[in-house]
């Protein structure tokens, strides 16, 4: 499912940090996100975080320990998310350092997605408490004092891959001479590079010419390219286990007399659209259950070289946003009596404008039952991007990104041949 339209980042899902302690985020802070998101004035947060007012009144007693972690989460993922997960656990408080698209460009080449769609994706994820925009890539010792003095972060949180800065040390080396330091592994199998790399993969039997006119990724949907997802051509380390699947999800059903509302859709390269479209249908109801089409259904929809991310994988990354109380994975696309039955749902949500919806062009409307009883409901698409579109930026430029990846690959590589178990989760 893939939305597109605007106007999506007004309601500043980012500046929570007043919800805590009654500390303020420092005004220096606060002016400089304000004025580059061009806010008038200082957003506030009035219904997004319910469970954590909750935290609130209990504590008091004990201090709260708060962990920061930092990271560029560009193309984020559920690595990305199982890592601020164990993160979290680390603490009570999680604040996430997101750095500055100026700073990836020096490090690493350009990012493929923006700040603020970096932003959006980072503040939809169900353990993130707060939001640092604009971190700088290496934690300097000015940055650390201010995390700690400012934002009083008591542990700088980083995986077990070596940080290098580019003199050879250790970016995490002051955190670890105060003591404040603390580790988390790295478990999953994926990773940004990777990913770019099952899109560059959809490009090797398709002619791309220099500005990749639009249009042009339509032609992936070549039927004789046997790489999709579906029928496993895409390499995927990850090993989804029944273990991970508990650890992202909420865990409860829906409460008496819950209004269950109901959205489905491939939530293919989970991106900022994405979380948009699950807060606007989370707020129409008191339990939000996601349909996850499966690997079938999305070839079927989009073409041969869809999903770039398999079934399970799009679980996760659906499961980790904070707005998603329930998922089904292997949505059927028909919207049946059957499914409605089960889970109680009482409306029934598709966005405005969905990527490829063939069913639109004559073909049995899936939602046909949820129209007939008056339950289904367009919901406007908040933002203009699409799994489309984000890959369409990664095949324009892909000069860069070949090359960039051909050496993180290398590292990649070398990163598998080296693992060793994890017993940690
Ligand atoms: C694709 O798969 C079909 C069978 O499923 C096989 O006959 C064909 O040779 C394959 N094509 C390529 C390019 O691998
Ligand atoms: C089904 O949902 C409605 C609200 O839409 C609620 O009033 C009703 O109690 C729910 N039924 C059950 C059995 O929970
Ligand atoms: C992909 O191509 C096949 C055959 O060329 C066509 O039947 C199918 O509708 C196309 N799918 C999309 C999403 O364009
Ligand atoms: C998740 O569960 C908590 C209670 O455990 C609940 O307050 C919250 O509304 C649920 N849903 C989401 C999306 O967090």
């Known amino acids: 499912m893939e939305f597109e339209g605007s106007g ?43 469970d954590l007012r909750v935290f609130h ?19 984020m993922h559920y690595g990305h998310a199982n890592a ?16 500055s698209d100026e700073e990836i460009v020096a490090n690493k080449g350009p990012p493929v997605l923006s700040m ?31 995390l700690f003095n400012e934002h009083k972060i008591d542990y700088i949180i980083h995986g ?8 050879g040390t250790d970016a995490y080396a002051l955190a670890k001479k105060v003591g404040r330091y603390k580790q988390i592994k790295r478990t999953e199998g994926v990773s940004s590079t ?24 339509e032609n992936l949907n070549n039927t004789h390219n046997n790489k999709s997802m579906a029928k496993g051509g895409h390499v995927s380390h990850f090993l989804p286990t029944s273990r991970r699947i508990v650890q992202f999800s909420n865990g409860t059903g829906p409460g008496p007399n819950a209004r269950v509302v109901y959205i489905d859709g491939a939530f293919d390269l989970f991106h900022a659209g994405h979380v ?54 292997g949505a059927p696309l028909e919207v049946t009596k059957d499914v409605i039955t089960t889970f109680n749902i009482s409306l029934v949500l598709h966005g405005t404008i969905a990527e490829n919806n063939p069913f639109l ?41 070949k090359k960039r990846n051909a050496k993180k690959e290398a590292s990649e590589k070398k990163y598998y041949a080296e693992k060793k178990y994890v017993s940690a989760d």
């Open 8 to 50: 999506w980042i007004r309601d500043g899902v980012y500046y929570y940090p007043h919800l805590f302690g009654g500390i303020m985020i420092t005004c220096a802070l606060l002016s400089f996100s304000t004025s580059y998101f061009g806010f008038s004035s200082v957003p506030t947060m009035p219904h997004i975080f319910p």
């Open 57 to 75: 009144k209990k504590k008091s007693s004990k201090k709260r320990v708060r962990v920061y972690m930092d990271g560029c989460f560009d193309l």
């Open 84 to 99: 601020l997960r164990q993160a979290k656990a680390l603490g009570d408080e999680l604040v996430v350092g997101v750095v």
């Open 116 to 146: 603020q769609e970096r932003l959006a994706l980072v503040s939809g994820l169900k353990w993130v408490d707060e939001v640092i925009p604009n971190a700088p890539y290496e934690i300097t010792e000015e940055f650390m004092n201010k």
């Open 160 to 167: 077990d891959d070596p940080c290098l800065l580019p003199d």
């Open 194 to 217: 990777d990913i770019v790399g099952r899109i560059l993969s959809c490009m090797k039997d398709v002619k791309v010419d220099k500005d990749c006119q639009p249009g042009e990724f």
């Open 276 to 329: 948009e479209i699950l807060k606007s249908a989370r707020q129409r109801g008191d339990f939000l259950l996601v349909g996850i089409y499966t690997d079938q259904t999305v070839s079927e929809l989009r073409g041969t070289n869809f999903p770039l991310m398999n079934l399970h994988e799009r679980s996760l990354s659906v499961l980790a946003c904070r707005y998603v109380d329930e998922i089904i994975i």
């Open 361 to 401: 062009n004559g073909k049995s409307d899936p939602y046909a039952v949820p129209k007939s009883m008056g339950i289904f409901q367009m919901l406007e698409s908040p933002r203009d991007i699409t799994t489309t579109s984000v890959a369409r930026r990664i095949i324009a430029n892909h000069e860069i990104y």
